[in-house]
């Protein structure tokens, strides 16, 4: 069973709808939870953490399920801008060593 | 915000020879730096965790004589592929931590570097 879990897609869309994104892992010690965004052939960048209390930015809203070991992206009123590979991310202990989902992969048509 | 700065972005090489990747981070100092590889349509993996002053630490099934780790400064990592074959034709990414992840300190990552060895 892989350490983080997300279905590849990809998810098409069209502007202004709604979507959510679904992880789950392994590892019941892991402490911070991450989504970051990955644009084609470039580097990862931090979209938003996920606390336990579920944490919101804008359309973006993270929430966390330590129980059942899952995480959740819900982008609201996409954009075009919003295609891109979401990954999930778990940080299984102390010192940044961070373990990647697959990716998620969106598409936002007009 | 912190900056991390990676060299060569993309590199082309011939099978057989080595090639070296830099990672720097531009204002921040960092102890630790990570090392991670990307296939296409598959998730970035942790290759090595890079301690400066100190040998890397390498995550298992990564050989450790083919890729070199050297963390000789604050603010210098290095990776060199070792006898580069056509299966380490990559994406390369490495990261740094500004600060200390209990006092929020973000991960940073450089812009990657694309290796295709002929």
């Known amino acids: 069973r892989k350490e983080v879990e997300q279905d590849p897609g990809p998810f098409n869309v069209p502007e202004g709808a709604t979507v959510a994104f679904n992880c789950t892992y392994s590892n019941s010690a892991s402490q911070s939870f991450f989504w970051y965004r990955q644009d084609c052939r470039k580097e990862p960048k931090l979209l938003m953490s996920?606390?336990?209390s579920g944490n919101e930015d804008g359309r973006f809203t993270a929430q966390l399920n330590r129980a059942s070991q899952y995480i959740s992206l819900l982008i609201r009123d996409s954009k075009l801008s919003d295609s891109a590979t979401y990954l999930c991310?778990?940080?299984?202990?102390?010192?940044?060593?961070?373990?990647f989902g697959q990716g998620t992969e969106l598409s936002v048509k007009p | 915000g912190a900056v991390v700065s990676q060299h060569p972005s993309r590199v082309i090489c011939k099978s057989g020879t080595s090639v070296k990747i830099e990672c720097r981070s531009l204002?921040?100092?960092?102890?630790?730096m990570f090392w991670y590889r990307q296939f296409p349509k598959q998730s970035l993996m942790l290759m090595a965790t890079s301690n400066e002053g100190s040998k890397a630490t390498y995550e298992q099934g990564v050989e450790k004589d083919k890729f070199l780790i050297n963390h000789a400064s604050l603010t210098l990592s290095t990776l060199t592929v070792t006898s580069a074959h056509p299966e380490d034709s990559s994406f390369y990414i490495c990261?740094?931590?500004?600060?200390?992840?209990?006092?929020?300190?973000?991960?940073?990552f450089g812009e990657g570097s694309r290796l295709t060895v002929l």
């Open positions: 204002d921040f100092q960092a102890t630790t």
């Open positions: 996920v606390y336990s």
């Open positions: 990261s740094a931590r500004d600060g200390f992840e209990g006092l929020g300190g973000e991960l940073f």
């Open positions: 991310v778990v940080n299984e202990g102390g010192g940044g060593k961070l373990i």
